[in-house]
């Protein structure tokens, strides 16, 4: 049953939201000119002596101590005064980089305290559940995506646990990864939508070869579960004896309970839904009456878990042996067992079960579910990862469609965001994917794609020591001076690529980089290429300390783009409970925060 919203953590006011979204929109709007500079553009166009006034090894010295403090300790407050004291105000220079650092790392996640701590809306959730023991990922995904699915997965199947509701609708499923595995491992029926009919078909063959693998797996569960139930059965042989006697006057033998064990072993394999085992030597007057109940429920009330249940189950796991039956209570039993095995007749006549729809479609504000999936139903959307302006898009069609009951969110590639403010054009009619809250809106606030690209930079990787590729930025610097200088090109609509993971020296970058930009790279011999890079070499701190003060800046775009979108969401009159949640570990996963969502009462 659904609960009310009371029952969830303590939820950020709107106010408060929004105090916090202008504080982080104060400070990064002395820092823009910063966060708006190309890499490449500051290093060759001299722009560190007219946005920096301190030297880069300096600025790198200065930034050592908050970078290894980056997930640690409170940082010290600042106000308007105080900032004054970090760029001039004149030349509007960076002057002070130990106050720039500490500024910035007021304005993040923690210590805004804007964050939901995950075990809280756990708990909150399973209410007096206990949290179940999933089969784990790392068997079927890559370490990241293993960590990624199984913490959000859990999350998603909680909150649709919470909302009563047994369908979800993956935006941006990809592969699948996600989709599959709440299908498999909670029995959750899931659309996942994706724009690419690739991406949909390698989801198809990929949940194939998953459904073969996870069978196997569970298969290995079963005889576990049974090894482990023997040698319960050994250490307790009165025990067990006594609770046999307590159903029947004479004691099981022992074929029939290694029976029952057996298919204890099987119903334990399956998520709880609902259904319980009866082929059990502890079989009790209410698990009889429990299935009198199921006879005379509704036969829509049987969820699609039972239906996937009755597709695991062996033909003879819900019948009871005819010397456990009462005489006058064989007629409803009968029933049972034959509405459930005409259930299952059903379901076999699909050569497997799909509780998992890969679906092609491009998804946009205005996108009518109802058109992609016919069976709608109350249910909830989920995006791990979702890019660019599908993130904002998805939480517009939660607000909008009354179906849905609940929003998980995790978005990323933020450069690919579009942006209100950022063309002078006008287009009123345009749904944009940044800002979406009203007061940033008013203030015309835009970040500019440079600094949207910073904000997918990983300041906790770079704090332990992942640093970022210093040399491959030198040498794309260093080519974009030749390009200009000695063909005469400042744009281009082609792309250089990894070539520099695929280059030998310095030389053989420049000349691959040529040929992907169809520029001849004949006049152009080895010994002047090696005097532009002899000649820049000696700035490379130059490049290293811009990207660090980028690295120390990043979590604060990404702040300023999460608080618009939670900013939005306390804005709708139709919201109960909404925040962000930190979901992963930001060394495994960098876009770890999910902004989250429940709609009230009235709209179920």
């Known amino acids: 049953m659904w609960r009310p919203a009371a029952a969830l953590p303590p939820q950020l006011p709107p106010a408060a939201a929004e105090s916090r979204l202008q504080r982080v929109s104060r400070f990064l709007a002395r820092a823009l000119p910063l966060c708006r500079a190309h890499t490449v553009e500051f290093y060759t166009r001299g722009l560190w002596d007219r946005l920096v006034a301190q030297r880069p090894g300096a600025v790198l010295e200065a930034l050592r101590r908050p970078l290894a403090e980056a997930s640690g300790g409170a940082a010290e407050r600042w106000d308007d005064d105080t900032f004054s004291s970090v760029f001039c105000e004149n030349s509007k220079k960076l ?54 699915v199984q913490v959000m997965s859990e999350l998603v199947v909680n909150i649709a646990n919470y909302c009563d509701i047994k369908q979800v609708i993956d935006i941006g499923s990809g592969k699948g990864y996600l989709s599959s595995f709440l299908s498999m491992q909670y029995n959750l029926k899931v659309y996942g939508i994706d724009s690419s009919n690739i991406n949909t078909n390698g989801a198809h063959e990929r949940n194939r070869k998953l459904k073969k693998h996870w069978k196997a797996y569970q ?77 005379q429920s509704d036969e829509r009330k049987l969820s699609e878990e039972v239906l996937a249940v009755l597709n695991i189950l062996p033909a003879d796991a819900v019948e009871v042996s005819s010397s456990q039956r009462n005489c006058g209570e064989l007629h409803e039993e009968e029933k049972a067992r034959r509405k459930m095995a005409s259930l299952k007749a059903k379901m076999s006549k699909s050569s497997e079960s799909n509780l998992y729809f890969p679906l092609t479609s491009c998804i946009t504000s205005e996108t009518e579910l109802g058109d992609i999936i016919t069976d709608l139903e109350d249910c909830m959307m989920v995006g791990l990862h979702t890019c660019g302006d599908l993130a904002a898009n998805t939480l517009r069609i939660f607000t909008a469609k009354p179906e849905i009951k609940a ?20 287009c009123p009619n345009e ?49 974009q001076v ?11 609509d082609r792309h250089v690529g990894k070539t520099f993971s695929k280059s030998s020296s310095f030389v053989d970058y420049v000349r691959k980089s040529l040929k992907k930009l169809e520029l001849d790279d004949s006049k152009l011999p080895d010994s002047c290429i090696m005097d532009y890079y002899e000649k820049y070499k000696h700035r490379m701190n130059e490049l290293e300390a811009f990207n660090m003060l980028k690295v120390v800046l990043a979590p604060c775009i990404e702040v300023l783009i999460l608080l618009d979108r939670l900013c939005y969401l306390k804005e709708q009159e139709n919201i109960a409970w909404s925040g962000l949640v930190k979901l992963f570990d930001p060394v495994k996963s960098p876009r770890c925060c999910a902004v989250i969502a429940l709609k009230k009462q009235s709209c179920f």
């Not at 993040?108 to 809280?120: F, Q």
């Not at 259904?275 to 502890?282: K, L, M, V």
């Not at 835009?446 to 030198?474: D, I, K």
């Open 219 to 295: 298969s290995r569960g079963k005889a576990n579960l049974k090894s482990q139930r023997l040698e319960k059965a050994n250490d307790r042989p009165v025990e067990s004896e006594i609770k046999c006697k307590a159903i029947n006057e004479k004691p099981l033998i022992n074929d029939r309970s290694l029976k029952s064990q057996d298919h204890m072993a099987i119903q334990d394999l399956v998520p709880s839904c609902g259904f319980t085992g009866i082929a059990t030597c502890e079989m009790s007057k209410q698990t009889k009456a429990d299935l009198v109940a199921w006879t």
């Open 95 to 148: 002057i002070n980089v130990h106050l720039f650092a500490l500024a910035a790392k007021s304005c993040s996640l923690s210590n805004l305290g804007v964050c939901t701590p995950l075990e809280d809306i756990l708990e909150a959730l399973r209410g007096e559940n206990q949290g179940t023991t999933g089969i784990k990922t790392d068997e079927f995904m890559n370490n990241k995506k293993s960590h990624e």
């Open 431 to 479: 749904v944009w994917g940044f800002p979406m809250c009203q007061y940033l809106k008013d203030k015309g606030w835009c970040c500019g794609r440079n600094a949207r690209m910073s904000a997918c930079l990983a300041l906790e990787r770079v704090a332990v020591g992942q640093m970022l590729p210093t040399e491959s930025l030198f040498y794309r610097a260093v080519l």
């Open 482 to 492: 030749i390009i200009e200088e000695v063909y005469g090109v400042t744009k281009s």
């Open 407 to 426: 929003v998980c969110s995790v978005g990323c590639c933020y450069h690919l965001l579009s942006e209100q403010f950022e063309n002078q054009e006008e």
